[in-house]
């Protein structure tokens, strides 16, 4: 079956999730291809992005789509006080797929409820993006060939950072072994994402305590521009560094994961390890997009 929307990582099955990756190895040398020309993708980010836009943007070009879009709210009729669902209708005449990054929670999903093309959530809010889970399952499974059975380590603003509740939910789709949830008490898995985890999750404050046991560690900026108070984003701004001191405590097979952009969380000496996987991960966000592309835009047989 086609997927249509991507709002959540909830709206890939498992075999979508293995699906996508096969298509992204296939993808991961070509130079160009017309799979996709005729075609028109609107990148619609209302909030900042450097990796995600770019390399959705690359991805459609690497497959012969045209793009078009914008990359800021200013720079819209939304400026002019045009409203969102104006906005999506327009780009539903001009495009095949939009591509959305929003700062409120729910938007991707209010867009796919008035749209007739496929709407990709690139981001919304504190809420979900689903395709940076699908890029961070992906390296996992390159580097180790498998997801399942594996022990892993959230780190850091695990109440704000999208990305987190995308992957713990993925995650829904595969066989972890055990999440550890490493947070100050302030920034824990918010409850209703928490409520829906199908395998064992443990919450602590101290990373040194299960850094031993896990195999995957994933790490996360603190999400400053979430925080409704500067008072609360100063008092665990530098809640954790993950240094060469830490590092050095993982299994000597463990990986560094991280969505990027980084700022203080991981020490730069950290990059050097065999460990540090976060370029790579970056790296794989081209043949990732480009699959997901295919699968929501390429002509099929059945179609
Ligand atoms: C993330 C995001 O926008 O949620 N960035 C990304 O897309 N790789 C992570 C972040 O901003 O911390």
């Known amino acids: ?74 720079s819209t009729s939304i400026a002019k006080g045009e409203n969102l669902a104006d906005t999506i209708r327009m780009l539903n005449n001009y495009s095949n797929c939009i591509v959305m990054r929003h700062k409120f929670d729910g938007a991707a999903l209010f ?68 999440v550890f949830l490493i947070s100050p008490s302030q920034l824990k898995v918010r409850r209703e994402i928490l409520d829906g985890l199908n395998y064992p999750v443990i919450e602590t404050e101290n990373p040194y305590d299960v850094i031993q046991d896990i195999d995957v560690l994933y790490v996360t900026r603190i999400q400053k521009e979430r925080f409704v108070d500067e008072v609360e984003y100063e008092k ?28 203080t969380e991981i020490d730069r000496k950290v990059d050097k390890t065999t460990n540090a996987k976060y370029f790579y991960q970056a790296s794989l966000a081209v043949p990732l997009r480009m699959a997901l592309f295919y699968e929501v835009l390429g002509e099929r047989k059945d179609d």
């Open 111 to 178: 867009a796919s409820e008035i749209s007739d093309i496929p709407i990709i959530n690139a981001g919304d809010g504190k809420h979900e993006h689903p395709t940076q889970a699908l890029i961070d399952l992906y390296t996992i499974y390159k580097v180790f060939g498998e997801i399942d059975g594996r022990t892993f380590g959230l780190l850091g603003d695990l109440k704000y950072a999208r990305t987190v509740n995308s992957l713990l939910r993925a995650l829904t789709r595969f066989k972890p072994k055990k």
């Open 1 to 74: 079956m086609r997927l249509r929307h991507v709002v959540s990582s909830l709206d890939l099955t498992r075999d979508d999730y293995f699906r996508i990756f096969e298509l992204a190895d296939k993808f991961s040398n070509v130079k160009k291809l017309n799979y996709l020309s005729g075609k028109v993708v609107s990148l619609a980010f209302f909030e900042p992005s450097t990796r995600t836009a770019q390399s959705f943007h690359t991805a459609a070009i690497k497959l012969g789509a045209d793009v078009i879009g914008f990359a800021s709210e200013e």
């Open 236 to 263: 665990v701004k530098e809640s954790y560094v993950v240094d060469l001191k830490l590092v050095n405590m993982m299994k000597k097979d463990g990986i560094i994961l991280h969505p990027l952009p980084r700022v």
